[in-house]
Protein backbone atom coordinates (compact mmCIF):
# COMPACT_ATOMS: atom_id res chain seq x y z
CA UNK A 1 0.00 0.00 0.00
CA UNK A 2 1.05 3.07 -0.82
CA UNK A 3 0.52 6.07 2.07
CA UNK A 4 -0.66 9.32 1.31
CA UNK A 5 0.94 12.69 1.69
CA UNK A 6 -0.83 13.51 4.51
CA UNK A 7 -0.61 10.10 6.14
CA UNK A 8 3.29 10.40 5.83
CA UNK A 9 3.53 13.95 6.95
CA UNK A 10 1.12 12.66 10.44
CA UNK A 11 3.55 10.12 10.91
CA UNK A 12 6.76 12.67 10.90
CA UNK A 13 5.31 14.84 12.79
CA UNK A 14 4.76 12.25 15.85
CA UNK A 15 8.18 10.94 15.52
CA UNK A 16 9.84 14.43 16.11
CA UNK A 17 8.02 14.90 19.50
CA UNK A 18 8.28 11.33 20.09
CA UNK A 19 12.30 11.74 19.97
CA UNK A 20 12.08 14.42 22.57
CA UNK A 21 10.72 11.83 25.11
CA UNK A 22 13.04 8.83 24.03
CA UNK A 23 10.83 7.30 22.32
CA UNK A 24 10.82 5.00 19.23
CA UNK A 25 9.59 6.23 15.94
CA UNK A 26 6.76 4.85 14.97
CA UNK A 27 5.85 3.23 11.62
CA UNK A 28 2.46 3.19 9.55
CA UNK A 29 0.53 0.35 8.92
CA UNK A 30 -1.81 -0.33 6.04
CA UNK A 31 -3.96 -2.51 7.92
CA UNK A 32 -4.45 0.45 10.99
CA UNK A 33 -4.71 2.96 8.56
CA UNK A 34 -7.72 1.47 6.36
CA UNK A 35 -9.11 0.77 10.39
CA UNK A 36 -8.99 4.30 10.95
CA UNK A 37 -10.48 6.16 7.70
CA UNK A 38 -13.35 3.92 8.11
CA UNK A 39 -13.77 5.92 11.56
CA UNK A 40 -13.53 9.33 9.66
CA UNK A 41 -15.80 8.59 6.96
CA UNK A 42 -18.30 7.36 9.84
CA UNK A 43 -17.68 10.48 11.58
CA UNK A 44 -17.80 12.84 8.85
CA UNK A 45 -21.17 10.88 7.63
CA UNK A 46 -22.65 11.80 10.64
CA UNK A 47 -20.67 15.11 11.70
CA UNK A 48 -20.31 13.97 15.00
CA UNK A 49 -16.86 13.55 17.39
CA UNK A 50 -17.07 10.57 19.48
CA UNK A 51 -14.61 7.47 19.93
CA UNK A 52 -15.28 4.04 18.62
CA UNK A 53 -16.57 1.85 21.10
CA UNK A 54 -14.90 -1.60 21.65
CA UNK A 55 -12.02 -0.23 20.30
CA UNK A 56 -8.74 -2.97 20.08
CA UNK A 57 -6.14 0.34 19.46
CA UNK A 58 -5.44 3.64 21.25
CA UNK A 59 -7.04 6.64 19.18
CA UNK A 60 -6.56 10.53 19.10
CA UNK A 61 -9.45 12.46 16.89
CA UNK A 62 -9.05 15.71 15.33
CA UNK A 63 -11.69 18.11 13.72
CA UNK A 64 -11.28 21.29 11.74
CA UNK A 65 -15.06 23.36 10.91
CA UNK A 66 -14.91 26.05 8.55
CA UNK A 67 -11.96 24.84 6.38
CA UNK A 68 -10.41 21.73 4.84
CA UNK A 69 -7.11 22.73 3.39
CA UNK A 70 -5.81 22.11 6.98
CA UNK A 71 -1.98 20.75 7.29
CA UNK A 72 -0.74 17.19 8.50
CA UNK A 73 1.04 18.50 11.41
CA UNK A 74 -2.37 20.76 13.35
CA UNK A 75 -3.89 17.83 14.32
CA UNK A 76 -0.64 15.73 16.12
CA UNK A 77 0.35 19.68 17.18
CA UNK A 78 -3.10 20.18 18.84
CA UNK A 79 -2.25 16.80 20.74
CA UNK A 80 1.26 17.50 21.81
CA UNK A 81 0.09 21.24 22.98
CA UNK A 82 -1.73 18.75 25.95
CA UNK A 83 1.82 18.29 27.72
CA UNK A 84 1.66 22.14 28.90
CA UNK A 85 -0.96 20.23 31.84
CA UNK A 86 0.73 17.40 31.98
CA UNK A 87 2.57 16.51 35.43
CA UNK A 88 5.88 13.58 34.77
CA UNK A 89 6.28 11.27 37.09
CA UNK A 90 2.81 10.76 37.80
CA UNK A 91 1.47 6.70 38.31
CA UNK A 92 -1.30 8.19 36.27
CA UNK A 93 -2.71 11.84 35.44
CA UNK A 94 -5.86 12.43 37.61
CA UNK A 95 -6.65 15.28 34.65
CA UNK A 96 -6.25 12.36 31.67
CA UNK A 97 -9.33 14.47 29.96
CA UNK A 98 -6.46 17.23 29.74
CA UNK A 99 -3.67 15.20 28.85
CA UNK A 100 -4.64 11.77 27.48
CA UNK A 101 -3.60 12.61 23.50
CA UNK A 102 -0.42 14.31 24.22
CA UNK A 103 0.42 11.17 26.63
CA UNK A 104 -0.86 8.43 23.66
CA UNK A 105 1.30 10.64 20.86
CA UNK A 106 4.48 9.85 22.97
CA UNK A 107 3.68 6.58 24.64
CA UNK A 108 6.78 4.44 24.18
CA UNK A 109 5.36 0.68 23.98
CA UNK A 110 3.21 2.02 20.63
CA UNK A 111 4.83 1.20 17.33
CA UNK A 112 2.22 1.48 14.63
CA UNK A 113 0.37 4.37 13.32
CA UNK A 114 -2.97 4.41 11.21
CA UNK A 115 -4.45 7.70 9.84
CA UNK A 116 -7.73 8.30 8.24
CA UNK A 117 -8.81 11.88 7.03
CA UNK A 118 -12.34 12.71 5.72
CA UNK A 119 -14.18 15.63 4.48
CA UNK A 120 -17.52 16.88 4.51
CA UNK A 121 -18.24 19.75 3.32
CA UNK A 122 -15.74 22.99 5.00
CA UNK A 123 -15.51 20.19 7.90
CA UNK A 124 -12.40 17.82 8.20
CA UNK A 125 -12.13 14.66 10.63
CA UNK A 126 -8.79 13.28 11.56
CA UNK A 127 -8.36 9.96 13.14
CA UNK A 128 -5.22 8.02 14.10
CA UNK A 129 -5.03 5.24 15.68
CA UNK A 130 -2.09 3.58 17.86
CA UNK A 131 -0.97 -0.36 18.72
CA UNK A 132 -0.19 -1.35 21.09
CA UNK A 133 -2.35 1.11 22.44
CA UNK A 134 -1.61 3.94 24.99
CA UNK A 135 -2.31 5.09 28.06
CA UNK A 136 -2.83 1.94 30.37
CA UNK A 137 -2.68 2.16 34.25
CA UNK A 138 0.03 2.82 35.44
CA UNK A 139 2.38 2.72 33.24
CA UNK A 140 2.96 6.07 32.39
CA UNK A 141 6.12 7.04 34.27
CA UNK A 142 7.76 4.32 31.76
CA UNK A 143 5.48 5.54 28.50
CA UNK A 144 5.85 9.19 28.88
CA UNK A 145 9.15 10.39 30.03
CA UNK A 146 9.97 14.30 30.41
CA UNK A 147 11.22 15.62 27.55
CA UNK A 148 14.89 15.76 26.37
CA UNK A 149 17.15 19.22 26.70
CA UNK A 150 16.14 21.77 24.00
CA UNK A 151 18.73 21.78 20.98
CA UNK A 152 19.21 25.45 20.15
CA UNK A 153 16.53 26.00 21.62
CA UNK A 154 14.19 25.30 19.23
CA UNK A 155 11.85 23.06 21.65
CA UNK A 156 11.21 26.54 23.39
CA UNK A 157 10.37 28.34 20.51
CA UNK A 158 8.19 25.77 19.08
CA UNK A 159 6.19 25.53 22.19
CA UNK A 160 5.57 28.92 22.54
CA UNK A 161 4.50 28.74 18.92
CA UNK A 162 2.07 25.95 20.43
CA UNK A 163 0.88 27.95 23.48
CA UNK A 164 -2.87 27.94 23.92
CA UNK A 165 -3.58 26.47 20.73
CA UNK A 166 -5.14 23.14 21.93
CA UNK A 167 -8.24 25.47 20.93
CA UNK A 168 -7.78 27.22 17.98
CA UNK A 169 -10.44 29.56 16.23
CA UNK A 170 -10.94 32.32 14.25
CA UNK A 171 -13.72 33.98 12.05
CA UNK A 172 -13.83 31.44 9.57
CA UNK A 173 -12.84 27.87 11.43
CA UNK A 174 -12.39 26.15 14.48
CA UNK A 175 -10.31 23.68 14.68
CA UNK A 176 -10.03 21.39 17.87
CA UNK A 177 -9.16 18.06 19.29
CA UNK A 178 -11.86 17.64 21.47
CA UNK A 179 -11.43 15.15 24.86
CA UNK A 180 -13.39 12.20 25.01
CA UNK A 181 -15.04 14.05 28.21
CA UNK A 182 -16.19 16.81 26.28
CA UNK A 183 -17.69 13.89 23.54
CA UNK A 184 -19.48 12.02 26.40
CA UNK A 185 -21.21 15.20 27.70
CA UNK A 186 -22.10 16.17 24.27
CA UNK A 187 -23.53 12.77 23.59
CA UNK A 188 -25.24 12.66 26.45
CA UNK A 189 -27.00 16.26 25.98
CA UNK A 190 -27.74 15.14 22.84
CA UNK A 191 -29.34 11.30 23.76
CA UNK A 192 -31.79 13.83 26.00
CA UNK A 193 -32.28 16.63 24.00
CA UNK A 194 -33.72 14.14 21.23
CA UNK A 195 -36.17 13.10 23.63
CA UNK A 196 -37.93 16.98 24.06
CA UNK A 197 -37.29 16.87 19.95
CA UNK A 198 -34.33 19.60 20.35
CA UNK A 199 -31.70 19.58 17.78
CA UNK A 200 -28.23 17.91 18.45
CA UNK A 201 -25.72 20.38 20.37
CA UNK A 202 -22.50 20.88 18.30
CA UNK A 203 -19.49 21.17 20.37
CA UNK A 204 -17.43 24.65 20.20
CA UNK A 205 -14.08 25.35 20.49
CA UNK A 206 -13.89 28.63 21.94
CA UNK A 207 -16.78 27.98 23.80
CA UNK A 208 -14.82 24.80 25.52
CA UNK A 209 -11.89 27.21 26.31
CA UNK A 210 -14.72 29.53 28.04
CA UNK A 211 -15.73 26.72 30.21
CA UNK A 212 -12.55 25.47 31.32
CA UNK A 213 -10.98 28.93 32.51
CA UNK A 214 -13.86 29.38 34.62
CA UNK A 215 -13.71 25.48 35.80
CA UNK A 216 -9.88 25.99 36.36
CA UNK A 217 -11.09 28.90 38.31
CA UNK A 218 -13.77 27.19 40.48
CA UNK A 219 -10.70 24.34 41.31
CA UNK A 220 -8.45 26.97 42.06
CA UNK A 221 -11.00 28.31 44.49
CA UNK A 222 -12.55 25.44 46.21
CA UNK A 223 -16.21 27.23 45.47
CA UNK A 224 -19.50 26.77 43.55
CA UNK A 225 -20.53 29.38 41.81
CA UNK A 226 -21.79 31.08 38.66
CA UNK A 227 -19.72 33.59 36.41
CA UNK A 228 -20.86 36.54 36.67
CA UNK A 229 -22.13 38.64 33.29
CA UNK A 230 -21.83 35.62 31.44
CA UNK A 231 -23.62 35.76 27.82
CA UNK A 232 -24.07 31.85 27.62
CA UNK A 233 -26.17 29.70 29.53
CA UNK A 234 -24.23 27.85 32.67
CA UNK A 235 -24.64 24.49 34.16
CA UNK A 236 -22.60 23.70 37.17
CA UNK A 237 -21.13 20.10 38.41
CA UNK A 238 -19.06 19.04 41.44
CA UNK A 239 -17.98 15.81 42.50
CA UNK A 240 -16.13 15.68 46.10
CA UNK A 241 -13.95 11.99 46.41
CA UNK A 242 -13.62 10.68 43.34
CA UNK A 243 -12.27 11.78 39.98
CA UNK A 244 -13.02 9.07 37.50
CA UNK A 245 -16.48 10.26 36.43
CA UNK A 246 -17.65 10.29 33.30
CA UNK A 247 -18.59 13.49 30.96
CA UNK A 248 -22.12 11.50 31.03
CA UNK A 249 -22.63 11.75 34.94
CA UNK A 250 -23.21 15.43 35.28
CA UNK A 251 -26.06 15.89 32.38
CA UNK A 252 -27.30 13.22 34.13
CA UNK A 253 -27.69 15.14 37.27
CA UNK A 254 -28.94 17.86 35.82
CA UNK A 255 -31.65 15.93 33.68
CA UNK A 256 -32.36 14.27 36.90
CA UNK A 257 -34.37 17.53 37.46
CA UNK A 258 -37.33 16.86 34.97
CA UNK A 259 -39.21 15.26 37.70
CA UNK A 260 -39.46 18.84 39.47
CA UNK A 261 -40.44 20.26 35.71
CA UNK A 262 -43.70 21.31 34.98
CA UNK A 263 -44.73 21.54 31.35
CA UNK A 264 -46.47 24.30 29.80
CA UNK A 265 -45.88 26.77 32.73
CA UNK A 266 -44.64 30.02 31.22
CA UNK A 267 -41.85 30.81 33.98
CA UNK A 268 -41.14 27.61 36.73
CA UNK A 269 -41.65 29.30 40.05
CA UNK A 270 -39.14 26.76 41.28
CA UNK A 271 -36.11 27.63 38.64
CA UNK A 272 -33.78 26.74 41.34
CA UNK A 273 -35.04 22.48 41.23
CA UNK A 274 -35.44 22.54 37.14
CA UNK A 275 -32.75 25.46 35.73
CA UNK A 276 -30.07 22.75 34.86
CA UNK A 277 -32.71 20.75 32.72
CA UNK A 278 -34.12 23.16 30.83
CA UNK A 279 -30.73 24.09 29.91
CA UNK A 280 -30.02 20.79 28.64
CA UNK A 281 -33.21 20.32 26.95
CA UNK A 282 -33.32 24.06 25.70
CA UNK A 283 -34.08 24.07 21.81
CA UNK A 284 -32.92 27.61 21.04
CA UNK A 285 -29.11 26.69 22.20
CA UNK A 286 -27.15 25.23 19.51
CA UNK A 287 -23.31 25.30 20.60
CA UNK A 288 -21.88 23.39 23.74
CA UNK A 289 -18.53 24.42 25.20
CA UNK A 290 -17.49 21.64 28.01
CA UNK A 291 -14.59 22.28 30.99
CA UNK A 292 -13.84 20.10 33.45
CA UNK A 293 -10.93 20.89 36.25
CA UNK A 294 -9.48 18.34 38.67
CA UNK A 295 -7.83 19.22 42.25
CA UNK A 296 -6.97 16.55 44.57
CA UNK A 297 -10.49 14.18 44.68
CA UNK A 298 -12.36 17.16 43.45
CA UNK A 299 -13.75 17.76 40.00
CA UNK A 300 -15.56 20.90 38.90
CA UNK A 301 -17.44 20.48 35.57
CA UNK A 302 -18.54 23.32 33.72
CA UNK A 303 -20.92 24.00 30.33
CA UNK A 304 -21.84 26.64 28.82
CA UNK A 305 -24.48 27.21 25.99
CA UNK A 306 -25.11 29.59 22.98
CA UNK A 307 -27.64 30.59 23.01
CA UNK A 308 -28.47 30.45 26.58
CA UNK A 309 -31.10 29.34 27.50
CA UNK A 310 -33.94 29.96 30.57
CA UNK A 311 -35.07 33.55 29.07
CA UNK A 312 -38.21 34.77 30.16
CA UNK A 313 -41.57 33.12 28.48
CA UNK A 314 -40.24 30.78 26.31
CA UNK A 315 -40.80 28.17 28.29
CA UNK A 316 -44.17 27.66 26.13
CA UNK A 317 -42.55 27.43 22.78
CA UNK A 318 -40.22 24.97 23.51
CA UNK A 319 -43.29 22.58 24.02
CA UNK A 320 -44.64 24.22 20.92
CA UNK A 321 -41.85 22.80 18.72
CA UNK A 322 -42.13 19.60 20.44
CA UNK A 323 -45.30 19.16 19.07
CA UNK A 324 -45.14 20.33 15.93
CA UNK A 325 -41.95 18.27 15.21
CA UNK A 326 -43.91 15.25 16.44
CA UNK A 327 -46.83 16.33 14.26
CA UNK A 328 -44.89 16.33 11.00
CA UNK A 329 -42.54 12.88 12.28
CA UNK A 330 -45.76 11.19 11.94
CA UNK A 331 -47.71 12.88 9.14
CA UNK A 332 -44.74 11.83 7.05
CA UNK A 333 -45.20 8.26 7.24
CA UNK A 334 -48.52 9.28 5.97
CA UNK A 335 -47.28 11.27 2.80
CA UNK A 336 -48.41 14.46 4.35
CA UNK A 337 -47.00 17.86 4.10
CA UNK A 338 -44.73 19.11 7.47
CA UNK A 339 -47.00 21.49 9.52
CA UNK A 340 -45.79 25.45 10.38
CA UNK A 341 -46.26 26.71 13.72
CA UNK A 342 -48.41 30.15 13.24
CA UNK A 343 -48.22 32.79 16.15
CA UNK A 344 -51.84 34.12 15.39
CA UNK A 345 -53.00 30.35 15.90
CA UNK A 346 -50.83 29.58 18.62
CA UNK A 347 -52.69 32.56 20.67
CA UNK A 348 -55.92 31.19 19.32
CA UNK A 349 -54.89 28.08 21.00
CA UNK A 350 -53.60 29.39 24.21
CA UNK A 351 -56.53 31.50 24.94
CA UNK A 352 -59.05 28.14 24.70
CA UNK A 353 -55.83 26.10 26.74
CA UNK A 354 -56.13 29.01 29.56
CA UNK A 355 -59.96 28.67 29.75
CA UNK A 356 -59.74 24.79 29.98
CA UNK A 357 -57.28 25.02 32.60
CA UNK A 358 -59.37 27.58 34.61
CA UNK A 359 -62.51 26.09 34.31
CA UNK A 360 -60.78 22.28 35.07
CA UNK A 361 -62.62 20.69 32.31
CA UNK A 362 -62.35 19.46 28.25
CA UNK A 363 -64.67 20.23 25.76
CA UNK A 364 -64.17 21.89 22.58
CA UNK A 365 -64.61 25.40 21.45
CA UNK A 366 -68.00 25.86 19.78
CA UNK A 367 -68.02 27.68 15.95
CA UNK A 368 -64.58 26.87 15.58
CA UNK A 369 -63.49 28.08 12.26
CA UNK A 370 -60.08 25.64 12.80
CA UNK A 371 -59.88 22.11 12.91
CA UNK A 372 -59.08 21.05 16.88
CA UNK A 373 -57.14 18.64 19.20
CA UNK A 374 -57.51 18.54 22.62
CA UNK A 375 -55.55 16.67 25.47
CA UNK A 376 -55.77 16.65 29.45
CA UNK A 377 -53.27 14.88 31.62
CA UNK A 378 -54.79 15.00 35.42
CA UNK A 379 -52.14 13.86 38.25
CA UNK A 380 -49.07 15.02 36.60
CA UNK A 381 -47.76 18.72 35.18
CA UNK A 382 -44.72 17.40 33.99
CA UNK A 383 -46.27 16.00 30.20
CA UNK A 384 -44.21 16.50 27.06
CA UNK A 385 -45.22 17.50 23.89
CA UNK A 386 -45.27 14.07 22.24
CA UNK A 387 -47.52 12.73 24.75
CA UNK A 388 -50.69 14.40 23.38
CA UNK A 389 -49.36 14.07 19.54
CA UNK A 390 -48.96 10.20 20.24
CA UNK A 391 -52.34 9.99 22.43
CA UNK A 392 -53.98 11.18 19.37
CA UNK A 393 -52.43 9.21 16.86
CA UNK A 394 -52.26 5.75 18.74
CA UNK A 395 -56.33 6.00 17.04
CA UNK A 396 -54.69 4.97 13.88
CA UNK A 397 -55.37 1.23 15.00
CA UNK A 398 -59.40 2.12 14.75
CA UNK A 399 -59.22 3.87 11.46
CA UNK A 400 -60.17 1.96 7.89
CA UNK A 401 -58.03 3.17 5.18
CA UNK A 402 -59.88 3.99 1.99
CA UNK A 403 -63.27 4.94 3.51
CA UNK A 404 -64.90 7.69 2.07
CA UNK A 405 -65.27 8.90 5.43
CA UNK A 406 -65.13 7.04 9.04
CA UNK A 407 -69.05 7.57 9.72
CA UNK A 408 -70.23 6.67 13.79
CA UNK A 409 -66.65 5.72 13.92
CA UNK A 410 -65.37 9.12 14.02
CA UNK A 411 -64.81 9.60 17.95
CA UNK A 412 -62.64 6.58 17.78
CA UNK A 413 -60.28 8.14 15.00
CA UNK A 414 -61.72 12.30 14.62
CA UNK A 415 -57.95 13.20 16.35
CA UNK A 416 -55.75 10.61 14.42
CA UNK A 417 -57.34 11.50 11.15
CA UNK A 418 -56.37 15.71 12.11
CA UNK A 419 -52.98 15.17 12.49
CA UNK A 420 -51.70 13.11 9.11
CA UNK A 421 -54.67 15.38 7.28
CA UNK A 422 -53.02 16.33 4.33
CA UNK A 423 -54.94 19.84 3.39
CA UNK A 424 -53.84 20.99 6.63
CA UNK A 425 -50.99 23.42 6.71
CA UNK A 426 -50.50 25.77 9.63
CA UNK A 427 -50.72 24.39 13.41
CA UNK A 428 -51.67 26.35 16.57
CA UNK A 429 -50.61 24.81 20.06
CA UNK A 430 -51.73 26.02 23.39
CA UNK A 431 -51.08 24.93 26.75
CA UNK A 432 -51.86 25.52 30.37
CA UNK A 433 -51.55 24.13 33.94
CA UNK A 434 -53.57 24.20 37.08
CA UNK A 435 -52.24 22.27 39.97
CA UNK A 436 -51.41 19.26 38.64
CA UNK A 437 -53.84 18.66 35.81
CA UNK A 438 -52.63 19.79 32.75
CA UNK A 439 -54.56 21.16 29.48
CA UNK A 440 -53.42 21.12 25.26
CA UNK A 441 -55.06 22.41 22.81
CA UNK A 442 -53.60 22.22 18.99
CA UNK A 443 -55.87 23.93 16.14
CA UNK A 444 -55.23 23.09 12.88
CA UNK A 445 -55.93 25.79 9.35
CA UNK A 446 -57.28 24.81 7.13
CA UNK A 447 -58.92 22.62 9.39
CA UNK A 448 -59.22 18.43 8.82
CA UNK A 449 -62.29 16.04 8.93
CA UNK A 450 -64.12 17.29 5.82
CA UNK A 451 -66.69 14.73 5.11
CA UNK A 452 -66.32 12.56 1.94
CA UNK A 453 -62.53 14.18 1.79
CA UNK A 454 -60.82 11.15 3.93
CA UNK A 455 -59.73 9.20 1.31
CA UNK A 456 -58.02 12.11 -0.79
CA UNK A 457 -56.39 13.59 2.76
CA UNK A 458 -55.63 10.30 4.86
CA UNK A 459 -53.27 8.02 3.25
CA UNK A 460 -52.04 4.90 4.53
CA UNK A 461 -48.67 4.41 5.66
Known sequence: MSFTTFQTEVLERHNVYRARHSAQPLVLDAAICQYAQQWANYLASRNVMQHRTNNKYGENLYACFGKTNITAQ??????YNEISYYRFGAAQPSNFMQVGHFTQVVWKKSRRLGVGVAVQGRNVYVVCNYDPPGNFGNEYPANSRCKQSPVRGMYQSEANNLNGNLFKANSLAVCCSFTAFQIEALNRHNLYRAKHSAQPLVLDAGLCKFAQQWANFLVSRNVMRHRSNNKYGENLYASFGRT?????VAVDAWYNEIKYYRFGATKPSNFSQVGHFTQVVWKNSRRLGVGVAVQGTRVYVV???DPPGNF??????NFQLEVLNRHNELRAQHSAEPLQLNKNLCEFAQQWANKLATE???????????GENLYACFGRANIEGKDAVDSWYSEVKNYTFGAADPGSNFPNVGHFTQVVWKGSQQLGVGIAAKGTSVFVVCNYDPPGNVYGQYAQHVSSR
Not at 74 to 79: I, L, T, Y
Not at 244 to 248: D, L, Q, R, T
Not at 360 to 370: D, E, G, I, P
Open 74 to 79: EPVDSW
Open 244 to 248: NISGA
Open 303 to 305: CNY
Open 312 to 317: GNLYPA
Open 360 to 370: NKLQHRSSNKY
